[in-house]
């Protein structure tokens, strides 16, 4: 079982340009969350979905875009990069109801903004 | 969600029980207490959760007061692999994987 899979695992961007992370999941969730994580603090909600074609924004969402065409993934965009998106982002996913309802991470994308 | 409150840090020692409080004094009658970890900039990992019971896994134990305003991780016998941050985190189990709020969380450090 793959569970939550992040691309890339690192990535350095320059101040201006824009990048996609992938986030793909093999569970049937239907719920899936960004955060993003900087040094030494908790994770922080960037933009959730609980289901395709359904997402709303978390606690930081300025400066990312997401949107949920399918199960299985669930992209965020960076728009025009910024320092202070230097930061680990993760990615995770879980189901609504039933006997399991933990969320699932995946590894991580640690991104650099110079 | 109701908020939580950790300890920032504590020393166990190898083989030794740890034991890690957890205190919602606000939390909701149907709100579960969820417990994750993260293992040296991981993704975090679910260890357990709970409504009002005791519960037992491979992982760990939660013990949840009566009154539900408190709850205790027990990791019964810790190894060096335990070093983690622990979250503790308060939410209605319908959408428990969802929108999760991160505290400080306590960092956990087992010792030889």
């Known amino acids: 079982n793959a569970g939550v899979t992040q691309t890339p695992k690192f990535q350095v961007l320059k101040t201006g340009q824009s990048m996609t992370l992938q986030c793909a999941q093999d569970m049937n969730h239907e719920y899936m969350s960004w955060y993003r994580q900087d040094p030494g603090m908790g994770l922080r909600l960037i933009h959730y979905s609980v289901g395709a074609g359904i997402t709303d924004q978390g606690e930081v969402p300025n400066g990312y875009n997401v949107s949920r065409s399918t199960t299985e993934d669930f992209p965020l965009r960076l728009l025009s990069a910024a320092p202070s998106q230097t930061s680990v982002y993760f990615c995770?996913?879980?189901?609504?109801?039933?006997?399991?309802?933990?969320?699932?991470f995946g590894q991580g994308t640690r991104l650099t903004v110079v | 969600d109701a908020k939580t409150t950790q300890p920032p840090s504590m020393d166990c020692a190898e083989g030794r029980a740890a034991n890690l409080p957890c205190n919602h004094s606000t939390i909701s009658g149907n709100e579960y207490v969820y417990w994750y970890r993260q293992i040296h900039s991981q993704g975090p990992q679910y260890i357990i959760h709970g409504l009002k019971n005791n519960e037992t896994n491979e992982m760990a134990s939660l013990i949840i007061t009566e009154d539900r305003k408190s709850s205790t991780l027990i990791l019964p016998h810790a190894t060096l692999r335990d070093t983690a941050v622990y979250y503790c985190i308060v939410r209605v189990e319908g959408a428990a994987g969802n929108k999760l709020t991160f505290g400080g969380g306590t960092r956990v450090l087992v010792k030889p």
């Open positions: 995770a996913s879980s189901s609504p109801g039933g006997v399991n309802t933990e969320a699932f």
